[in-house]
């Protein structure tokens, strides 16, 4: 046959044709059918062996018990312990996200780096772990060379108590530096107030299972307070049976956030007017003879009117409340009806075993000094101070200190010199730290005193409430080392990177988890192998010390983290008591109440480390209630209800230059004796309120992290598209104050205030109080990846902060605003 | 230089022209093929559909089209069944519409499935209680009937009549046509009736449950009659607006009067159905479900505007003007009735597809609005472009309209 | 409690609004559990994929009487004519009458989303994109083996972590059991949600706490009305709470009793 075009075509459709009558056509379609089912960029997850590793999760000083699945070395799932006293299986949704910050290449830090880039630029280039502490173990030498070691600073925001603050602040120390600056929180202003009232330093231990009325100042115990995994499942056993219900919840929050629309009660108080509110109550507990005046009157102090050393006539603090705390009063300065008042005062006091918490928030931010006090003092006149269910006032755990230092002549020159945040100067006698005083101090001077920062578990250039300061002050630092695993905002400033472990790759510890009523020593393990060239900050040290040498070496004798560790919990042992095995059947709560508890349930301390290394705790459960007596180490052996370490501190500070300059340089408005007891000041604002007639209160929200860890992108999925929205977060308004600028649900608004502007949208919610704009946390990262990064906008940038009466510690609930509508 | 294709003693204009005509058809094909490669390339994140309208402006062209090409099953099951004789002269004018309709209905239903490769599960894995398999296998099924009816009118070009074979074999094609009619029609009856169906039988989503008769909704009906209500309609519109493009009177004006006033009829049935069939809804599916009627039309533009736009203006008035003599006979006025029900009928499936949809069911869900994408409307407008295109290549070179040539003598 | 269609279990959840905090942990729980795919960004809810989806209603009332609830909603597995298994052209979804659990094939769907026009409960979820695992970002290393993550055009569900009935049986039939005990199979929210608000359990069988509450006065299912039969109950004493659940005519809700706050 002829191939001419006609033959070819016929050729060609007759071969199609052809074809259809093979298989092969339905081959094809079913194979790439099967490849559709198949695509080589869906990830297949590699099976293996189901293993079960146990540790605590270190993501919040909360320490809630994990168990991590992994399938052969590679972690699949994080879920709750059970056999673990905190949380009875339930953990929060960032702990439950952890994995996405263990397995997340492009916010972590793979090996150690230094700075070649601009600052702040994020450009690193990669060096071995042995340059990296040759360079800084060389320049903090050369600091101590130069008989400069206070040069050197390092910022902390590792959970309190733990062991590698301990570390940390023995480095900085050893070195010769005074300056160990640690993140604020709720807790710190926690202690110093019942330092000033009790005399105890031990930790915030509230037996809110035991309660039945629980009075919550502020406390975001949904939101994330304590330890969420235990503070939640409180939630849940105190709505176990609707008919039966017991347990009353109360919340004093400005804003209809989950604790206060769920709790049984909402009290809405103007924020910053708790002190106030708690007062209020005091009144009318007092004036109706509902306090317990057995306390009262046997076990504490300043009560009454009383006499000073001299005859002076001194009023007490019930002839205060008393005479300034009328619920009339109070309902003016807190926007609370003076009805509410006089009722949640009865209810209050009339109930079984109420308790009264404060800390805002989550509590991850610095509270207010008096208002902490006054919430302190409804306990104290109800009696609530170490009951059932109420403040249990417990003596720190007894881990080992770490042998004394002997100093070298550098060291103990420089630990002469003053700490540059003032912290525990006369003027802010009671802190230990202020790292906004730090700020302001590098800001000031012409040259940063500071020459090397250290920085650990912590970014303050995103989470301090303080309209930007500490990352202005971070520019003018020469020298910034982060340890963070993570690469954040402060990081990207630092010249160094000393990447750590995540938590599910180190040994690490939780010494008293957040808020429980009882010791807990909690041992966190490493449950994965590094996945990076990472290594445990605490570790680090030990190196960094040995190449420093002379007393910073000898102040570290250790070889490797895990043996400092062993050597702390040599102090449980000898204290003779606690337990180290827990299997979830009995919860601790309900067997504190039986007294003294248990013996050991270990014969050894070898038998006893390798069960908290196995199970990660140890935990006490023998307490003595009610034991007024000897409980308080003030300077009058009571309850101070006046203190007399305030009013020594106020008069010492008074001889530089009278007591009217005093109370005025320590911030203080009150006057006369009502500034050594629990009062309310009106926040000082310096702002003018004709341009600023507007508020913006930060929030806290539990879905979203707004401490130095960052958010798993899997908690994006539970924000509601009314708090982000594309890049864009949303700031919630009531709709009444809405109508008067004329913003509508959605519309975009720039909020103004004295350090700046932010542009948000508009979430018009009616549990907003008028007047005040909710902000959220967490958001307006620039640093991270994409699923964080220029997400939404950061309130700390516009925080107009002011400093706490006699703390010193940032006010950053009193930010003036005005709104701009886009 | 193309007239040896030409059907035999017609005139068609000059290559050029022709060429200028189909030009905007093709720019609009052109901007399907890109849509269409991004949404199967990229995937379905090229529209703006999402998990709230999951069905979106494909589906209402999909339905829009499959309902008024149903002019191609009810003209073959007029002229072939019932022996309306007159409608030979527009038969294959349905059918080429049918077919347009159909496989652009078809083509679009493939890019709107997120997974085309193995969109042949649905015949392979079929579950036989879904609508949807229901509709697949008719349409797929009436499609191929639609090629077939419509092949001896390829096979009728005068170059390819000139072979034997092909000739013979449209031939006896032609004689077992009524075969084919009737199977279309069969084949018809049930995808547009499970079209409705489909709505009609989520009977967790208020707006659309419709209670019937056996297995079927009565939305399954309501879409038959609706379809072939419109579909002669449709057929009305395209023939005439050929004869206005052309300046040719195409079709013997008995055959439109014949189809107008039948689609008069059933439009009228229609109207009265539906308003049953909506009074019955508002009375029973609506508030068993807690809901009265206003509730569906309080948030965002579906307003209770539709309901008398559907009913009122683009259902009685075509009806009303389709049945009266007079009115039909007048070109405007038959023109406009067939408008009118045509865009009725285009509510209707939109009302369903859409506005079912957005209706939030749970009481704290929200309204959500949706604007679809260039893509979406590129597809979309693609089909109308491929429509235009193949009924202009089809009446070029083939023999759509019999009587073509009696009706237009060429002067020369 | 005689439930479902033939024998065996049919597994039911009961969720305790009083005690949801609205923590999302039982979001982020199931994430992680069933591989769900994060894309860079979720704030577009009507493409977001979730399994288990919390939704956040207030009572409307002026401040300072405004409340706030949250409704978690997993698929409610309806056990009457499920709506969506009804609907699939393919069968890619199927109710197992053996547990009351109403599966979703992934390699068989082909993406038609009829089943999600059906579900007034917005349970069902569509892949619009690819699973996003950029190179070099290693986030796959996080996913877990016993479900496998889904290709894009196909729509995915809630299964009440079905893996984890394959797994419990598992466990049970090596030690030679063939029925489980309570609590041995529970979903992945369940297990996580801290204020153990939410109960899973067998609804037939008469020992399961899931069986005992569902008789409360206070537990109620959304769109019951609708005839869908949920699986998953919810309980609130608060009136405005349980009246959110469903639509109501004027006068038809029954309040069970006043509900007195403070």
Not at chain 1, 200 to 214: I, S, W
Request: hydrophobic share 40%; charged share 20%; proline share 6%.
């Amino acid at each position: 046959m002829e191939l001419n075009r006609r033959n070819f075509i016929k050729f060609l459709v007759g071969g199609a044709a052809g074809i259809q009558l093979t298989p092969l056509p339905w081959k094809l379609t079913d194979d790439i059918a099967i490849w559709t089912q198949n695509w080589p960029w869906v990830p297949v997850p590699p099976v293996g062996e189901f293993i079960h590793e146990k540790s605590i999760c270190t993501l919040c000083p909360g320490g809630c018990g994990i168990e991590v699945r992994k399938v052969d070395d590679r972690a699949v799932k994080i879920e709750g312990r059970t056999d673990y006293p905190v949380n009875p299986g339930g953990i929060c949704p960032v702990g439950m996200g952890g994995l996405q910050l263990q397995y997340n290449e492009s916010i972590r830090f793979t090996r150690p780096m230094k700075r070649v880039g601009p600052r702040g630029s994020g450009v690193f280039i990669d060096i071995s772990w042995d340059e990296a502490l040759t360079m800084l173990a060389g320049r903090i030498s050369g600091l101590r060379e130069k008989a400069m070691p206070e040069a050197l600073a390092a910022v902390d925001g590792n959970p309190a108590r733990s062991t590698l603050s301990l570390m940390i602040e023995r480095l900085v120390k050893a070195v010769g530096s005074p300056n160990y600056v640690r993140i604020p929180c709720a807790e710190d202003t926690y202690e110093m107030a019942n330092f000033l009232m009790q005399g105890t330093l031990g930790p915030m231990a509230y037996d809110l299972e035991n309660a039945d009325y629980v009075l919550s100042f502020g406390s975001g115990l949904l939101e994330g307070w304590g330890a969420p995994g235990r503070v939640i499942n409180a939630w849940g056993l105190w709505h176990e049976n609707p008919a039966k219900k017991r347990v009353k919840i109360v919340q004093v929050e400005s804003r209809a956030s989950s604790t206060a629309s769920k709790a049984d009660r909402w009290i809405a108080a103007k924020p910053g007017t708790e002190a106030a509110l708690a007062l209020g109550l005091c009144h009318v507990i007092i004036k109706d003879g509902l306090y317990d005046s057995e306390f009262v009157n046997e076990c504490s102090f300043g009560f009454d009117d009383f006499s000073s050393a001299g005859g002076k006539d001194r009023a007490g603090f019930k002839t205060m409340v008393l005479k300034k705390y009328s619920p009339a009063k109070v309902a003016e300065i807190t926007g609370v009806a003076s009805d509410d008042i006089v009722s949640l005062a009865r209810d209050f006091a009339g109930a079984k075993a109420p308790v009264a918490i404060c800390g805002k928030g989550k509590g991850s931010l610095s509270g207010s000094l008096y208002e902490f006090m006054a919430v302190n003092s409804l306990n104290a006149i109800t009696g609530r101070i170490n009951k059932p269910g109420g403040i249990l006032v417990h003596e720190p755990i007894p881990l080992s200190s770490l042998p004394e230092i002997d100093f070298d002549d550098i060291a103990s020159q420089g630990l002469e010199k003053p700490r540059f945040d003032a912290a525990g100067s006369t003027k802010y006698p009671f802190s230990n730290s202020l790292i906004n005083n730090l700020a302001a101090a590098i800001n000031r001077s012409p040259e940063s005193p500071v020459d090397t920062l250290l920085v650990f578990a912590a970014n303050p250039v995103h989470t301090l409430p303080d309209g930007g300061a500490f990352r202005k002050a971070l520019k003018k630092i020469p020298f910034i080392v982060s340890f963070s695993p993570f690469r954040d905002e402060t990081a990207y400033m630092a010249d160094l990177i000393l990447p750590d472990h995540t938590y599910l790759e180190k040994t690490d510890d939780i010494v008293w988890p957040a808020g429980l009523q009882y010791p807990l020593f909690g041992l966190s393990l490493p449950v994965l192998e590094p996945v990076y060239n990472t290594r445990n900050a605490a570790d680090v040290i030990l190196k960094l010390a040995k190449q420093i040498g002379n007393s910073v070496e000898s102040a570290f004798p250790w070889k490797r983290f895990e043996e400092v560790l062993k050597e702390r919990a040599k102090g449980l042992y000898s204290s003779g008591a606690g337990l180290v095995d827990y299997d979830g059947t009995n919860p601790v709560w309900k067997r504190l109440k039986e007294g003294t508890g248990p013996g050991p349930d270990y014969a050894s301390f070898e038998e006893m480390w390798k069960k908290i290394v196995s199970g990660g705790l140890w935990y006490r459960l023998e307490h003595t209630y009610k034991n007024w007596d000897n409980l308080f180490e003030t300077p009058s052996g009571k309850f101070e209800f006046f203190s007399s370490k305030i009013e020594l501190a106020v008069n010492a500070y008074a001889e530089q230059a009278g007591i009217d300059w005093a109370l005025r340089d320590m911030g203080l408005a009150g006057k006369g004796d009502d500034v050594f007891m629990p009062h309310y000041e009106e926040t000082a604002s310096d702002a003018d309120r004709s341009t600023f007639p507007l508020m913006m209160l930060p929030f806290e929200i539990i879905n979203l992290t707004s401490t130095w860890v960052p958010n798993p992108p899997f908690l994006n999925k539970a924000l509601f598209d009314t708090q982000l929205r594309g890049d864009e977060s949303f700031v919630e308004i009531n709709p009444e104050t809405a109508a008067k600028y004329n913003v509508g649900q959605g519309d975009r608004i720039i909020i103004k205030s004295p350090e700046g502007e932010v542009r948000v949208r508009a979430n018009l919610f009616e549990g907003a109080m008028p007047g005040v704009l909710f902000m959220p946390l967490g958001f307006g990262h620039s640093a991270y990846d994409e699923f964080s990064k220029g997400k939404g906008v950061n309130p700390n940038d516009i925080i107009h902060a002011g400093k706490d009466p006699l703390s010193g510690y940032p006010v950053w609930w009193n930010t003036p605003v005005k709104i701009i509508k886009v | 230089m193309d007239s040896a294709l030409f059907p035999e003693g017609v005139k068609r204009c000059s290559p050029k022209v022709f060429l200028l005509w189909t030009l905007p058809w093709l720019c609009l094909l052109a901007w399907g093929g890109l849509s269409a490669f991004l949404c199967l390339y990229k995937g379905l994140n090229q529209t703006n559909m999402n998990d709230y309208f999951a069905f979106a402006v494909w589906i209402v062209f999909d339905l829009a089209v499959i309902a008024l090409g149903a002019g191609a099953f009810f003209t073959g099951f007029l002229t072939y069944i019932i022996g309306k004789k007159e409608l030979k002269d527009i038969l294959n004018a349905a059918v080429i519409i049918g077919f347009i309709c159909y496989s652009g209905a078809i083509a679009m239903l493939g890019i709107d499935i997120g997974q085309p490769i193995r969109g042949w599960f649905i015949f392979w894995h079929v579950n036989v209680h879904s609508m949807l398999a229901e509709v697949s296998f008719c349409i797929t099924c009436y499609l191929g009937v639609l090629a077939i009816e419509y092949l001896p009118l390829i096979l009728e070009n005068r170059q390819l009549d000139k072979v034997k074979e092909l000739r013979l074999f449209g031939h006896n094609l032609h004689g077992i046509m009524a075969v084919f009619a009737a199977t279309g029609t069969f084949l018809s009856f049930f995808h547009q009736g499970s079209l409705g169906g489909m709505y009609g039988v989520m009977y967790a989503r208020p707006f659309a449950f419709r209670e019937g008769f056996y297995i079927w909704p009565w939305t399954f009906f309501l879409f038959i009659l609706s379809a072939i209500a419109a579909g002669p309609a449709f057929t009305i519109l395209c023939t005439k607006l050929a004869e206005k493009i052309t300046r040719k009177k195409l079709v013997p004006e008995k055959a439109f009067q014949t189809l107008a006033k039948i689609s008069g009829w059933l439009l009228a049935l229609y109207m009265v159905l539906k308003i049953t069939d909506t009074v019955n809804w508002i009375y029973g599916v609506v508030p068993r479900a807690g809901l009265a009627f206003m509730d569906f039309y309080r948030e965002g533009p579906y307003g209770v505007w539709l309901v008398v736009a559907e009913i009122g203006i683009f259902g009685i008035i075509p009806a009303i003007i389709l049945l009266v003599p007079k009115a039909r006979q007048h070109e405007g006025w038959l023109i406009t009735g067939c408008l009118l029900n045509c865009t009725g009928i285009v509510i209707n499936r939109f009302v369903f597809t859409v506005v079912s949809l957005a209706v939030p069911v749970m009481p704290f869900d929200k309204f959500v609005s949706y604007l679809p994408t260039w893509q979406e409307w590129g597809i979309a407008f693609a089909v109308i472009g491929y429509g235009f295109l193949l009924f202009s290549l089809s009446y070029r070179y083939l023999p759509v309209f019999p009587r073509e040539r009696e009706l237009n003598p060429l002067s020369e | 409690m005689e439930k479902g269609h033939g024998h065996g279990n049919s597994y039911g959840m009961v969720i305790d609004l009083d005690k949801c905090t609205g923590c999302g942990t039982c979001m982020v729980a199931c994430a992680a559990e069933n591989n769900l795919a994060v894309r860079p960004d979720e704030s577009d809810k009507q493409r977001s994929i979730t399994w288990m989806r919390l939704y956040k209603v207030t009572n409307g009332k002026e401040f300072p009487h405004t409340e706030v609830c949250y409704f978690p909603r997993p698929c409610m597995q309806c056990d009457h004519h499920t709506p969506c298994v009804s609907v699939c052209p393919a069968t890619a979804t199927k109710m197992d009458y053996h547990t009351g659990i109403v599966s979703q094939i992934y390699t068989r769907c082909i993406g038609c989303r009829y089943c999600i026009a059906a579900c007034p409960y917005h349970a069902r979820t569509f892949n619009w994109w690819d699973a996003y695992f950029p190179k070099g970002k290693g986030l796959e290393r996080y996913l877990s083996p016993e479900v496998s993550p889904r290709m894009r055009g196909v729509v995915e569900k809630c299964t009440f972590c079905h893996h984890r009935l394959m797994r419990a049986k598992n466990n049970a039939y090596a030690e030679e059991r063939r029925e489980l005990e309570e609590g041995e199979y529970i979903t992945a929210c369940t297990e996580a949600c801290p204020a153990q608000a939410i109960t899973f359990g067998d609804l037939k069988n008469p020992e399961h706490k899931v069986s005992e509450l569902v008789k409360s006065r206070y537990a109620f299912r959304l769109l019951e009305k609708l005839g869908t039969e949920p699986k998953v109950y919810y309980l609130s004493t608060k009136d405005w709470v349980r009246r959110m659940a469903d639509n109501y005519l004027p006068g038809e809700f029954k309040p069970i009793a006043k509900v007195k706050l403070g």
